[in-house]
């Protein structure tokens, strides 16, 4: 069976993989907003460093911040090697007995969607929530397809051509993860960390804690500067992809999810405006690496060095503000 799409939705996830548990914990009868695992696994901390390509990626820990949302909001979660000699048998056996998995798998492999053939390979996440008793083909949800307009969908997935991309491996330097099925075994009593309001406290110690957070954007701004300079990599592609994590997938996506939660939580004023202020240079930002894309000009890089300084600063305030 060719692989297609079934259902196509307008909704869509911020991350693939806190997206991907979100559905798949609904599936189950649990529903958990995407939002309350950014809330309750850390994920408005983000790190810099390099992407499955070798350019810069400014982004939360997704493995790491996925998979503690959910154990504290309550759910019981394994991680299964995949059995690579005997993927099919394994899969149906996963699937009937814990409703779905979450898989990492290679875009390039995912014949459902035109967009993945037409756009470079990158790691991504679904649910399979179906396996044919043939295996012949599984069913997918899968929550952010990123084409021209980002949506949703079911689709049903080729066997074959699922065996290639949980197979095909991609790395970067904040993920590594390929190779396991994720299953959700059960329901535990949440763990309690004063609420809302506990948790974006306790993200703000992270963040004053830990260098890979604290200083982020300054070393997302070094690596952009050097892979501008380097003959080795392409600088339109670099500013490329420097806009479309300042202001498509990564930056302005979750700092946007966060100025909910601060709503939610009862966040100073002050904390609200230092949010509204970061999401509104990430967007100055992102259209100054296209001007850079289009110019390579020396003075437009002046300019987003000066705007990363200035995001470095509204960064440390709210972070502090929330303290």
């Keep these: 069976m060719d692989s297609h799409i079934i259902e196509q939705y307008p909704e869509f996830a911020v991350n693939c993989f806190t997206g991907s548990f979100s559905a798949l914990a609904g599936m189950k009868g649990h529903p958990i907003a995407e939002q309350s695992l950014f809330e309750r696994g850390d994920a408005y901390l983000f790190q810099a460093g390099l992407d499955e390509s070798g350019y810069p990626e400014y982004i939360f820990p997704v493995e790491e911040a996925g998979l503690l949302g959910m154990r504290r909001t309550g759910f019981e979660i394994q991680a299964v090697p995949i059995s690579y000699g005997d993927v099919g048998t394994q899969l ?34 679904i649910v399979i929530d179906e396996v044919a008793e043939d295996l012949s083909d ?20 080729d066997f074959a051509e699922f065996e290639k991309a949980i197979s095909d491996r991609i790395k ?54 050097e892979c501008f300079v380097d003959p080795d990599r392409s600088t339109e592609f670099g500013a490329r992809r420097l806009f479309i994590h ?16 601060l709503d939610a939580a009862g966040a100073s004023e002050a904390a609200r405006e230092l949010c509204e202020e970061a999401i509104r240079h990430w967007r100055a930002l992102g259209v100054l690496a ?23 600063d509204v960064t440390a305030r709210l972070w502090g503000e929330l303290a």
């Excluded at 996963?94 to 459902?112: A, C, E, K, P």
């Excluded at 099925?181 to 992270?206: D, I, K, N, P």
């Excluded at 850079?292 to 300084?309: C, H, I, K, P, W």
Aim: hydrophobic share 40%; proline share 1%.
């Design 92 to 125: 149906k056996g996963l699937v009937d007995r814990f409703g779905g998995v979450v898989v990492w798998v290679n875009t390039s492999h995912l014949g459902y969607a035109e967009v993945y053939g037409r756009t470079s390979s990158y790691l991504h996440s």
């Design 138 to 157: 599984l069913r997918v949800f899968d929550c952010m397809v990123v084409d021209a307009e980002r949506f949703s969908c079911r689709a049903r997935l």
């Design 172 to 225: 970067s330097d904040a993920h590594d993860c390929m190779g396991f099925f994720y299953v959700v075994t059960g329901t535990v009593v949440a763990e309690g960390r004063g609420g809302l309001q506990g948790s974006l406290r306790e993200q703000a110690r992270r963040f004053a804690e830990e260098d890979r957070f604290r200083d982020a954007i300054k070393e997302y701004q070094r690596l952009c500067v």
């Design 246 to 261: 300042s202001t498509v997938l990564y930056s302005v996506p979750s700092l946007t999810l966060m100025s909910r939660s």
């Design 290 to 312: 296209l001007r850079y894309e289009a110019t390579g000009s020396d003075a437009v890089m002046g300019r987003l060095n000066q705007r990363f300084a200035v995001l470095d």
